[in-house]
Structure formats: structure tokens, C-alpha cells
């Protein structure tokens, strides 16, 4: 796993942004978008596979279509921020396949976390494995997705106004 942090000029910036949009298009497709034949754009994907930046390709579901999937976000305050407590607790969410997104945040909250559940037992059985049992966890709020109005992993790797 490479860690190297690469220069990107405005071909990459266009090809991760098509790359995030639907990266399952053939390399020729790629190609076209950003102005590079199939084998310069193979090259860039695995210089940014090497390099760290592409992490993996992964299918994203559309969440209204998974029967009785709950998705709740997570507010959490510790007690303590050892490392040894910090890294117990990110490596028991890191294991657990429900938890999708964790933050480590400012403010008045420690970590925001993201839970994707068959229903609310499932939920309920999550958060005390996970949170009500750890004796370093001082303060837990869940609050439950009515409506997923916007969900996505696609970032900018460019400033908004270029």
C-alpha cells in the first residue's frame, strides 16, 4: 500500500472526478472524457493505485432499494483519548461491517459515526456492542435517517473555483 502523495495536473483531477462518478466505464470511455488513449489512462489509474490515492472500486447500492435498512448517525463523547483507548475503539468499529463512515471530530462531540442496520434491533444490538459497553464512552445520541436526501464518497481534489 503506497502512502506517496502524487501531483495532480487537470487531466487527473478530470479523470478522478469521471473515475468517482461511475468507475465502471471502460478505459476508452475514460479516454474520451479527458483526452488520453485507453493504455495512458491504465497508466494514471495504476500510478493512482500505487501511490495510495485509489484506495478501491466498490458497487454503491442505492439504500431505498435494501428492504428494512435503518441508517443512523452516531454522536459520541469519551471519557479518556489515550491512544490505547483510541485505537480499541476505531479497531472495534473498523470490524464491524455495519459501521460505514467514522469522523473524529471538533466540537462538543468526539466521533460522528455512521450505521447501516437491518432494522431497529439490529440497531439497538449495534450501539450497546459498540458503544454502551465501552466504559470510555461518556455521551451517545442516535439519531435515525428519515430520508437520505444526499449520500455519496465522490471528493474534490481540486478548489470549487477552477
Not at 12 to 32: K, N, P, S, V, W
Not at 135 to 155: Q, S
Request: proline residues 5%.
Amino acid at each position: 500500500m503506497g502512502s506517496k502523495l502524487i501531483s495532480l495536473d487537470d487531466v487527473d483531477h478530470r479523470l478522478l472526478e469521471a473515475l468517482q462518478a461511475d468507475a465502471d466505464r471502460t478505459l476508452r470511455d475514460l479516454g474520451d472524457l479527458v483526452g488520453l488513449s485507453p493504455s495512458a489512462v491504465l497508466r494514471r489509474v495504476e500510478g493512482y493505485k500505487a501511490s495510495g490515492l485509489l484506495k478501491r472500486k466498490v458497487a454503491v447500492l442505492d439504500t431505498s432499494q435494501v428492504p428494512d435498512l435503518v441508517l443512523a448517525v452516531c454522536l459520541v463523547t469519551v471519557e479518556r483519548e489515550s491512544p490505547d483507548h483510541r485505537k480499541e475503539f476505531c479497531d472495534r468499529l473498523e470490524r464491524t461491517p455495519q459501521v460505514q463512515q467514522v469522523y473524529d471530530v471538533s466540537g462538543v462531540w468526539d466521533y460522528v459515526v455512521i450505521l447501516a442496520a437491518r432494522g431497529l434491533p439490529e440497531v439497538r444490538v449495534l450501539a450497546e456492542r459498540l458503544f454502551e459497553s465501552d466504559e470510555n464512552v461518556r455521551k451517545l445520541t442516535t439519531m435515525f435517517v428519515l430520508d437520505p436526501i444526499k449520500t455519496g464518497c465522490a471528493v474534490p481534489t481540486r478548489p470549487a473555483d477552477t
